[in-house]
């Protein structure tokens, strides 16, 4: 959203409603469901007893959301959200362009990674010259983990702060009326298309990031690349 006029609930609430007037209904093409299967001695969704035998019902989805504002228009939203996933985490990652063509063209992207929980943090991925002589790259982080930052401080949670809202008769984290009319008609054509249509969710196994084509899903609908190497620090200086 864009800034607000003031910090008031109303002020906030309403630069949210103004945002969500940008972004049109999700499009069935632009999302991936899927649905997750037993791996070793972790059961499947469908071998729960209180899951109807054959359900299509998804686990997984992953969407793009396009906001058609003067400042985000042409900037992919992907959201993704599912069970039995291999980590449990919430985190918001704005991944950069790659660079144009020329010395630096094989380095993966820079990245800025917001990570709301568990362990709240906010950290940049970013590529830097190797210690030494030798002219070459490696990925490295600048960190800020709040609980070794603020180490001394009581960080509260989520809920804790929102009851403490409600106390105080703060509405700024709160849903207005008119926010979530209009939250609904950015998802319901998609939640009509999957009651009418019953598309069938691909499967995944239990602990997995997702279904396969995740990456390939990523990559077509809103240009994301994942770079699944792990960091390699030099052990030495090259020369």
């Given amino acids: 959203m864009e800034r607000p006029v003031s910090f008031s609930s109303e002020d906030i609430r309403d630069e949210k409603v103004k945002v969500l007037r940008y972004i049109p209904s999700i499009l069935p093409e632009e999302t991936l469901l899927g649905q997750y299967v037993g791996n070793g001695d972790k059961p499947g969704y469908l071998e729960d007893d209180t899951v109807p035998k054959g359900s299509i019902c998804p686990t ?88 070794s930052r603020f180490e001394d401080l009581k960080i509260p949670e989520a809920y804790e702060a929102l009851i403490l809202d409600a106390l105080n008769g703060d509405h700024s984290n709160f849903v207005r009326d008119d926010e979530l009319d209009i939250a609904w008609k950015v998802f319901t054509p998609l939640l009509h298309h999957i009651d009418n249509n019953k598309p069938k969710p691909e499967a995944y196994e239990y602990g997995s990031r997702g279904p396969a084509s995740l990456n390939d899903f990523l990559k077509a609908n809103g240009g994301y690349v994942r770079n699944g190497k792990p960091y390699s620090w030099p052990s030495t200086s090259v020369l």
Avoid: C
Avoid at 90 to 115: A, H, M, P, S, W
């Fill in 60 to 147: 997984y989805a992953a969407t793009v959301i396009h906001v058609n504002s003067p400042r985000w228009e042409g900037v992919p939203f992907i959201l993704k959200a599912g069970k039995a996933l291999n980590e449990q985490k919430t985190e918001i990652r704005i991944q950069y362009k790659d660079v144009t063509q020329g010395i630096f063209k094989e380095i993966t992207r820079n990245e800025l990674v917001i990570r709301v929980q568990p362990g709240e943090a906010v950290y940049v991925k970013m590529n830097s010259k190797a210690p030494g002589l030798a002219m070459r790259t490696v990925p490295t982080e600048m960190d800020l983990t709040y609980k």
